[in-house]
């Protein structure tokens, strides 16, 4: 026994005496790599290398561990989240307000048919993926709100999409604060805050966008953040998650591009920092352009693959489609056939036509037998002629036959004498066989223009002025026919040289309140382009006869014609940003963005057809006056700090201050950003289109109480106040949750409530509340 003991000593020292040769070797070469490197004293390198040799030590001595570490208030507030968004989720089991849109557009989905909406489509296209896999069939007609749900509708997994991102919502606000290193315990107070909101409450538990967007666009702030804290590869893993997270922002709503400016001027001021802190300027500018490249590329790459997948799922001609050109018509399954089908390609002498105006609201060129009144209401006088308008729907009244003003037949020649570029044609309406006339006269509406009319001869000195010169804006060469549905034209009025124009003014209750057509000498606008979208060529010189083609002539479509992916991109994206502007006006809950600060108005969303239960948009209303007095705040302390910098005054250290300045860039920016906007905007504004800016007032106000608690304790003369401010807080916090509980009854819907009860929520007098009247 004893030698196989030595043995072991033995083995033992030598492995003890390799080990530490290896030790003394690395530390040597330690030591030779500071001394050529920084020229450190040589106390620090030994007190270095024997913190590093006894780490190796404790390695060799000590076996491998992970540690896991367990945020309890983030895990508690995400839970408390989702459970008061969950909660009872499929009641009530009626449309609740714009539920009857986003419900239509997921049927619609369902059934491949194409539909317009102004804001892009990914938020919708999740409600339609839930409903797909919950089993929606789509025949469930949304006709109106409070129309209750069939059982065949799939109303909980339609209302967890937006009820999960509201949850999450909350765990990112917690995140977010942690990573503008604010206090563990400010984080929590700014995710309590949204917890306890009222108004998040309600967009969380309904069909509604609001709260993808805003969870899209605070995780893409998020991940921003994290970037530019990194200088390791994970600042660009970062940064693409917070470029496609922002695009899926803007891509649900484009309000969500205010967030998206708000990132890349975040990544801008981050490049503007370290231009003092990197010498190379090829370094730099390459850091500039990947960055740049990732904030472009990414987001707007995702934007045009949910326009991709959205025309891919809608294949099929509907109700909206006429919002869109003949050419965008004619693409789709049953739309436009009988115009792609049957009829000829080529306008020519004799062609029967509806022209279409091309570009915004859609409309074609209309007459009646009316005529303009001799005076208008501002004492001008008219010509007195048959009127003629953009009238917005399918109408015996939009044919037209396109004639050479040498012949004096209307029906088609065998060939057909086909209309070219640069010919000039008369355009004899269909069914009162007057010609479309132009002259010196001033428009009913817009004066600065001529006056279009059809000619009527009452054998007084004005005489017809009916001849048009035919201009194809895409012509490929000055020998191009007229073309039906492809070719983009403008009628140019021979006489005086102005443009058939549609003015987008509508005409008085005389011209019942069609859209305004006149001649205008600015012949490049936009609104003179018309197209040919019916066509047919006319068979018979009898006008009786010819009358009777008309009223049967097919306006209904039944086949599909080729049109490329990026030829119905753009023309999508035009009629998008065209169309947000013909929003209704004169909405009984619409409100006005002065109105939002204070909460001026709230917005019902479902009454119960059997008692007083309720849902209204509302807020916590006291965290909202907290909220935007904290802007106040952070304004006044912001002008006050610069003044007193200026004067070479320092009142904060320079952690502090780049804290109270990140805050100012992050939350005091990203409010203004996404709420100035719709002051400019001409169109129904509603409360909720205040929440994303309201979601950074909550973040700013909880950065103000923390910001106001270090200013307190700094200071010996107020430190004592410390305490007694976050007793306040404290109180104030319960007084939040006390309104939350209380104004609850109005989020979810599922309380009876007596006129008594509504009384006591009334809290301010522009509140508008509902009572059933009791026989």
């Known amino acids: 026994?004893?030698?196989?003991?030595?043995?072991?000593?033995?083995?033992?020292?030598?492995?003890?005496?390799?080990?530490?040769?290896?030790?003394?070797?690395?530390?040597?070469?330690?030591?030779?790599?500071?001394?050529?490197?920084?020229?450190?004293?040589?106390?620090?390198?030994?007190?270095?290398?024997?913190?590093?040799?006894?780490?190796?030590?404790?390695?060799?001595?000590?076996?491998?561990?992970?540690?896991?570490?367990?945020?309890?208030?983030?895990?508690?507030?995400?839970?408390?989240?989702?459970?008061?968004?969950?909660?009872?989720?499929?009641?009530?089991?009626?449309?609740?307000?714009?539920?009857?849109?986003?419900?239509?557009?997921?049927?619609?989905?369902?059934?491949?048919?194409?539909?317009?909406?102004?804001?892009?489509?990914?938020?919708?296209?999740?409600?339609?993926?839930?409903?797909?896999?919950?089993?929606?069939?789509?025949?469930?007609?949304?006709?109106?709100?409070?129309?209750?749900?069939?059982?065949?509708?799939?109303?909980?997994?339609?209302?967890?999409?937006?009820?999960?991102?509201?949850?999450?919502?909350?765990?990112?606000?917690?995140?977010?604060?942690?990573?503008?290193?604010?206090?563990?315990?400010?984080?929590?107070?700014?995710?309590?805050?949204?917890?306890?909101?009222?108004?998040?409450?309600?967009?969380?538990?309904?069909?509604?966008?609001?709260?993808?967007?805003?969870?899209?666009?605070?995780?893409?702030?998020?991940?921003?953040?994290?970037?530019?804290?990194?200088?390791?590869?994970?600042s660009v893993v970062w940064l693409c998650f917070g470029a496609i997270s922002l695009g899926c922002c803007f891509s649900v709503k484009y309000s969500g591009l205010y967030t998206y400016f708000l990132g890349i001027f975040l990544v801008g001021r981050q490049m503007w920092l370290r231009i003092n802190e990197v010498k190379s300027v090829l370094r730099l500018t390459f850091s500039i352009v990947w960055r740049g490249m990732i904030l472009i590329i990414i987001p707007w790459s995702l934007y045009v693959g949910v326009f991709y997948v959205h025309l891919a799922l809608l294949p099929k001609?509907?109700?909206?489609?006429?919002?869109?050109?003949?050419?965008?018509?004619?693409?789709?399954?049953?739309?436009?056939?009988?115009?792609?089908?049957?009829?000829?390609?080529?306008?020519?002498?004799?062609?029967?036509?509806?022209?279409?105006?091309?570009?915004?609201?859609?409309?074609?060129?209309?007459?009646?037998?009316?005529?303009?009144?001799?005076?208008?209401?501002?004492?001008?006088?008219?010509?007195?002629?048959?009127?003629?308008?953009?009238?917005?729907?399918?109408?015996?009244?939009?044919?037209?036959?396109?004639?050479?003003?040498?012949?004096?037949?209307?029906?088609?020649?065998?060939?057909?004498?086909?209309?070219?570029?640069?010919?000039?044609?008369?355009?004899?309406?269909?069914?009162?066989?007057?010609?479309?006339?132009?002259?010196d006269v001033a428009a009913p509406v817009s004066p600065q223009s001529q006056e279009v009319s059809c000619y009527i001869n009452y054998n007084v000195s004005m005489p017809a002025q009916n001849l048009w010169r035919v201009e194809i804006v895409n012509r490929a060469t000055d020998l191009d026919t007229w073309d039906s549905i492809r070719s983009l034209v403008r009628l140019i009025h021979v006489d005086s040289g102005s443009a058939l124009r549609y003015s987008g003014r509508q005409l008085p209750a005389w011209g019942f309140h069609q859209h305004e057509v006149v001649a205008d000498k600015v012949v490049t606008h936009q609104d003179t382009v018309w197209n040919v979208e019916e066509h047919r060529y006319s068979k018979s010189e009898d006008k009786k006869e010819r009358e009777r083609e008309l009223v049967a002539a097919e306006m209904i479509p039944t086949a599909a014609t080729h049109l490329s992916f990026w030829a119905k991109f753009w023309e999508l994206q035009y009629k998008m940003w065209s169309h947000s502007g013909d929003a209704p006006l004169g909405h009984m809950f619409a409100s006005e963005p002065l109105d939002w600060p204070v909460l001026h108005r709230s917005i019902a969303y479902w009454l119960s057809p059997h008692s007083n239960a309720q849902v209204h948009l509302i807020g916590n209303l006291v965290t909202w006056y907290a909220g935007t007095l904290s802007v106040?705040?952070?304004?006044?302390?912001?002008?006050?700090?610069?003044?007193?910098?200026?004067?070479?005054?320092?009142?904060?250290?320079?952690?502090?201050?780049?804290?109270?300045?990140d805050a100012g860039f992050i939350f005091f920016l990203g409010y203004w950003l996404n709420y100035l906007p719709f002051f400019f905007m001409d169109r129904t504004l509603f409360l909720h289109h205040y929440l994303p800016a309201y979601i950074f007032k909550i973040l700013l106000l909880s950065f103000v109480v923390d910001h106001v608690i270090f200013i307190l304790h700094m200071r010996e003369r107020t430190k004592a106040l410390t305490h007694i401010f976050t007793f306040f807080v404290v109180v104030w916090l319960a007084y939040v949750v006390l309104t939350f509980k209380k104004f609850c009854v109005l989020n979810y819907g599922n309380t009876d409530l007596t006129e008594s009860d509504l009384m006591s929520l009334r809290w301010k007098d522009t509140w508008d509340f509902i009572l059933h009247k009791k026989n």
């Open 1 to 234: 026994m004893e030698p196989l003991q030595t043995l072991r000593k033995r083995k033992c020292k030598k492995k003890v005496s390799d080990v530490s040769e290896s030790l003394d070797s690395e530390k040597s070469l330690k030591l030779t790599k500071r001394e050529v490197g920084d020229g450190a004293p040589a106390e620090k390198d030994n007190l270095e290398s024997k913190h590093e040799d006894h780490k190796e030590n404790n390695f060799l001595r000590e076996p491998c561990s992970l540690k896991v570490e367990v945020d309890v208030v983030f895990i508690i507030i995400v839970i408390l989240g989702f459970a008061t968004r969950l909660y009872n989720l499929a009641n009530p089991h009626y449309i609740v307000f714009d539920e009857l849109h986003y419900g239509r557009y997921v049927s619609l989905y369902t059934k491949g048919v194409f539909f317009f909406d102004a804001h892009p489509p990914l938020g919708k296209q999740l409600l339609y993926w839930a409903g797909k896999l919950a089993g929606y069939d789509g025949n469930f007609t949304f006709d109106r709100i409070g129309t209750p749900y069939s059982e065949h509708v799939p109303v909980t997994a339609l209302r967890m999409v937006p009820a999960i991102c509201g949850s999450l919502l909350i765990g990112v606000i917690y995140q977010l604060m942690q990573v503008v290193s604010l206090h563990p315990w400010t984080a929590a107070l700014a995710a309590l805050l949204v917890l306890f909101e009222n108004s998040f409450l309600t967009q969380s538990r309904f069909i509604l966008l609001e709260s993808i967007q805003i969870l899209f666009g605070l995780w893409g702030i998020l991940c921003i953040l994290k970037s530019t804290r990194n200088t390791s590869w994970l």
């Open 317 to 439: 001609a509907g109700p909206h489609d006429s919002v869109m050109t003949s050419a965008f018509q004619a693409s789709l399954e049953g739309g436009l056939a009988s115009i792609t089908r049957g009829q000829p390609l080529h306008v020519a002498h004799g062609s029967q036509i509806t022209l279409r105006h091309s570009h915004g609201r859609t409309c074609w060129l209309h007459s009646h037998a009316h005529v303009y009144p001799v005076k208008y209401a501002d004492g001008r006088g008219s010509s007195h002629q048959q009127q003629v308008s953009c009238y917005s729907f399918k109408d015996v009244n939009n044919w037209w036959i396109v004639k050479r003003p040498d012949e004096s037949s209307l029906t088609v020649s065998s060939p057909p004498d086909a209309i070219k570029h640069g010919e000039v044609v008369q355009l004899v309406h269909g069914l009162t066989t007057r010609a479309l006339n132009s002259h």
């Open 632 to 661: 106040f705040i952070y304004g006044t302390l912001l002008a006050v700090y610069a003044i007193r910098m200026r004067r070479n005054i320092s009142d904060l250290s320079p952690i502090v201050s780049k804290k109270f300045y």
